[in-house]
């Protein structure tokens, strides 16, 4: 009988690989700014990035870069200026229901990486589950569960010097984490905290399912983020978390959020979210 070998590709590799080097020889064609912070804009949040003074470029214009399919993600990466600030801010990020490996969805932490950041926000939209919070609000990430049962950093070690088993004790930064909540206060902006969840989707938890993640101890629970997280606590970036509290999961609630509703409410939080993201870039 023949013998069929398989052969893992590049894609599955973790560390920076030649198809990294390729997104961002791309985007060197367009801009030769080096960004310190790189932005994360989860789903409705994209708006943000209009205000950078620079350039857009299209994902599709960026070779290797996994292209969103998901409502609210415009997939399009603006480098630039923010209020002096060199950023590189992604209007949207891809998900493992949209068939996409946890490696994927975490390339373009790799990217920004290699591009020159060394400081990582991520944000999303998500459903709060402390049923002190309410939809319109916004939380901090104070640390996070990861229950896709995907990791992003399984497959072989292309590059020696990252480490193999990355500890994620304050996976989101300290001093980042109390520049949050000081420009929060400075600007009259609350901010709850808590532990965000992620699971891959596309389907939202069950009633059983969300008194269970309440009881491990999660506030919110999204779609997103955690492999974003892991792979950036790999690379040795310092990662701050905010998300827009969309709608309330409630176990015990008579009716869930839609899609179009979550990206509804996500505009609508949209001003004090641009506010907060504004004043505490200067401390990233």
């Not at 620079?54 to 997939?75: F, N, R």
């Not at 179009?260 to 401390?283: C, H, Q, T, Y």
């Amino acid at each position: 009988m023949p013998v069929i070998i398989l052969v893992m590709t590049s894609a599955t590799t973790v560390g920076r690989s030649e198809q990294i080097d390729e997104t961002v020889s791309a985007i060197r064609r367009s801009t030769k700014l080096e960004p310190r912070v790189g932005v994360i804009l989860g789903s409705g949040l994209g708006s943000l990035a209009d205000e950078v003074d620079g350039v857009i470029i299209p994902y599709q214009e960026l070779p290797g870069m996994p292209i969103s399919t998901a409502p609210g993600h415009a997939g399009r990466l603006a480098v630039g200026y923010l209020d002096g600030r060199e950023v590189a801010m992604l209007q949207g990020r891809v998900h493992p229901y949209e068939g996409f490996t946890a490696a994927q969805c975490s390339y373009s932490v790799a990217m920004l990486k290699a591009l020159g950041v060394s400081s990582l926000l991520v944000t999303n939209a998500c459903g709060g589950l402390d049923p002190r919070f309410q939809a319109g609000e916004l939380m901090l990430q104070r640390d996070l569960i990861n229950f896709t049962g995907m990791n992003p950093l399984i497959g072989p070690l292309d590059d020696p010097e990252l480490e193999r088993f990355p500890v994620m004790f304050d996976c989101y930064d300290p001093e980042y984490i109390e520049a949050a909540r000081a420009a929060a206060l400075r600007h009259g902006i609350m901010l709850r905290e808590g532990v965000y969840l992620g699971i891959t989707g596309p389907s939202y938890a069950t009633r059983a399912e969300l008194r269970a993640f309440r009881t491990m101890g999660a506030d919110a629970i999204g779609m997103s983020t955690v492999f974003e997280v892991i792979r950036a606590r790999q690379l040795g970036l310092r990662v701050l978390g905010i998300s827009a509290i969309t709608d309330m999961a409630s176990a015990d609630g008579v009716e869930h959020a839609s899609g179009d509703e979550v990206i509804a409410m996500a505009g609508k939080i949209g001003e004090s979210f641009r506010r907060l993201l504004r004043a505490v870039l200067p401390e990233l």
